[in-house]
């Protein structure tokens, strides 16, 4: 069974800089496709960034709105994926979420270039969110 634990959430100013912390334990397979969504109250969640890692190296996808200013990472070894958030602005706010999943089609170009951004509803396995506060 995977499981997953985000950490690293606060409350920072724009312009400021950030990084998330989730780590993951269980079948490595089932977590292949590893990502970050968020969610403000009452909207969608939206995905932020995903990465795929194999022998070859890791393949990341980022949403447009944090190309440029987010980087993935992941670190196979310590079983966890960051998310560095720089240049932060407050509509970057908002319910941060690790989810991972073993099917590889929500690590393409195809799912992070959904129009509209993807929601990850199809992921299997999310953590519990941890929460990320940009004052302007």
């Known amino acids: 069974r995977v499981q997953l634990a985000e950490s690293g959430g606060a409350s920072v100013q724009a312009g400021e800089s950030l990084t998330l912390r989730c780590t993951a334990s269980?079948?490595?397979?089932?977590?292949?496709?590893m990502a970050w969504f968020r969610q403000q109250p009452d909207k969608e969640r939206e995905g932020v960034a995903a990465?795929?890692?194999?022998?070859?190296?890791?393949?990341?996808y980022y949403s447009d709105s944090v190309k440029g200013r987010f980087n993935i990472s992941e670190d196979d070894m310590k079983n966890m994926v960051t998310l560095q958030m720089t240049n932060l602005k407050p509509e970057d706010a908002g319910m941060y979420f690790c989810?991972?999943?073993?099917?590889?089609?929500?690590?393409?170009?195809?799912?992070?270039?959904?129009?509209?951004?993807?929601?990850?509803?199809?992921?299997?396995?999310w953590g519990q969110g941890t929460q990320v506060t940009v004052s302007s």
């Open positions: 990465i795929y890692t194999s022998t070859s190296g890791s393949v990341a």
């Open positions: 269980g079948n490595k397979y089932m977590r292949a496709c």
């Open positions: 989810a991972a999943d073993s099917r590889l089609r929500y690590c393409s170009p195809n799912y992070w270039d959904t129009p509209g951004g993807p929601r990850g509803t199809d992921f299997t396995t």
